[in-house]
């Protein structure tokens, strides 16, 4: 193999014009006779016994061209990239060049190479950063969840009632005939929750443990397809009626939900927790605003596929959520009348935002020449195991060490930034924006481990501030925190 020329195109792209020379070609030629010999019929021999010259001389010598071509371009293009040192970022397009004989053939690839980044000012920037308040109010509201997560449910002998759940079983018809997904057994229905079509939680109520009901629906006509504006009837029997019992606010409470003695000691560590929650979340949007006049100031030519590639991860995240909800992904398109195509679509511009965040945080490292010692990793993986309440050993085989490298150098750069900035006050929201007592929203996190937006999926909540999202920041993330 020999590079004849590498030529640098617009987008951040190389084209190769590479030769495979003979030696190499006879190698790949080979290799396409034994695969392909037992399909090919020569009479006098049995299936893939005939002698590779007997096969040329019948069917001429390019009967292995196009399966040895297929073989040797990977190797040679491999090789090339390897010697010319190129960080591609995508598969190649290729085309011959001139023809193919027994003495090899020429080739071009114009592959996507990870592009050229000038930064902007990183240093000595400012962005709002929101003031940390709790009120009396919010830490109601966190009681509140504590309290409900501690409520039982508990059998009763009476109607059932709003606030109530009902055990059932259902089976809907229409026309006379029952249709697909309109059958349950033993459903825990909570009446009020509006998880069923509109109107039957309202005739379950009334029903007691033993009771069997027709029950009278017409579909929206936003419904799917088959359904949309039909009128059906379902059969439903209802088994048990149970209530919530909601523990008392005491110190018996306190005691049974926390390591605290009494209410006030409880209200004033939640009181606690949801200042240093806040904080965080000031402190993360902080670095996201932050971040975003980075990725904002680079210049890149960025090359279409790391685009796309990023839209895809993007796509593949959001088939990961469809599915954890119990949604299958077919159905789930089906029902919204979205395609992958116009997903895909959707995701490419914050996709591209993504990109160059990610691009501005590589640039930070380089420049400023963060590194993580062994030494850094082992204290990091030792984090991760106490956060997660595994064995080392154990997040070492689901976290690369490469990975935890990356999130360090990462970790580094944005503190960089950060710690020459200056924050500012945000802008006051104008008058009934915000619903008074309203606890704050975290702030939005970048995204992901690479994102995981669709339509809202595809949706990107706001660019990274890392590259790659540790995945103990996730499971954090992903914490209801009381």
């Avoid at 007997?54 to 399966?67: P, S």
């Avoid at 990870?114 to 308040?133: I, M, N």
């Avoid at 006050?425 to 992901?448: F, H, I, L, T, V």
């Avoid at 809202?456 to 954090?476: L, T």
């Amino acid at each position: 193999m020999s590079v004849k020329s590498c030529e640098k195109l617009e987008k951040s792209q190389v084209a190769l014009t590479i030769e495979v020379e003979a030696p190499e070609f006879e190698a790949a030629l080979e290799k396409a006779y034994r695969k392909t010999r037992a399909k090919i019929r020569v009479p006098g021999f049995r299936p893939g016994k005939a002698p590779r010259k007997i096969i040329e001389g019948m069917y001429g010598v390019e009967v292995f061209f196009d399966e040895a071509i297929n073989i040797a371009f990977p190797d040679a293009y491999e090789a090339a990239v390897k010697e010319k040192e190129l960080n591609v970022v995508g598969y190649p397009s290729v085309e011959l060049v001139g023809e193919c004989t027994r003495q090899g053939f020429t080739f071009k690839a114009v592959a996507p190479v990870y592009p050229e980044v000038t930064l902007g000012q990183y240093k000595g920037l400012s962005a709002p950063k929101e003031e940390v308040k709790v009120s009396s109010e919010d830490v109601d509201r966190r009681l509140q969840a504590l309290t409900d997560r501690n409520t039982r449910l508990v059998s009763v002998e009476r109607e059932a009632r709003e606030g109530d759940t009902a055990v059932i079983d259902f089976e809907g018809f229409l026309d006379g005939k029952s249709f697909d997904g309109g059958k349950g057994s033993n459903h825990s229905l909570e009446l009020g929750s509006h998880s069923f079509v509109p109107g039957f939680e309202e005739q379950v109520a009334g029903m007691k443990a033993g009771d069997e009901k027709d029950i009278d629906i017409t579909f929206p006509e936003d419904y799917h397809a088959e359904l949309a504006g039909k009128a059906v009837v379902f059969k439903v029997k209802c088994h048990e009626v149970k209530e919530k019992e909601v523990p008392a606010l005491d110190d018996e409470f306190a005691k049974d939900v926390s390591e605290f003695d009494t209410l006030e000691e409880l209200k004033a560590d939640l009181e606690k927790q949801i200042l240093v929650d806040r904080e965080k979340d000031a402190q993360r949007g902080f670095e996201d605003a932050l971040m975003e006049q980075v990725a904002g100031g680079i210049t890149a030519d960025i090359p279409d596929a790391m685009v796309e590639g990023q839209a895809r991860q993007f796509l593949e995240n959001f088939r990961t959520q469809i599915a954890q909800q119990g949604i299958p992904y077919d159905q789930y398109m089906e029902m919204t009348g979205l395609s992958e195509a116009k997903l895909l679509e959707d995701a490419k511009e914050p996709a591209l935002r993504q990109v160059k965040m990610d691009l501005a945080v590589m640039a930070i490292i380089k420049a400023e020449n963060i590194e993580a010692s062994d030494e850094d990793v082992e204290e990091e993986y030792q984090k991760l195991a106490e956060q997660f309440g595994m064995d080392g050993d154990m997040v070492k085989k689901y976290i690369q060490a490469d990975q935890v490298k990356d999130q360090i150098c990462s970790r580094r750069a944005v503190e960089i930034v950060t710690a020459s900035a200056t924050a500012t006050k945000p802008e006051e929201k104008p008058a009934g924006e915000e619903k008074a007592g309203e606890e704050e929203k975290p702030a939005k996190r970048s995204r992901k481990k690479k994102a995981e937006e669709g339509d809202e999926a595809v949706e990107e909540k706001k660019p990274a501030r890392r590259p790659r999202k540790k995945k103990a920041e996730e499971v954090e993330e992903a914490k209801d925190v009381e």
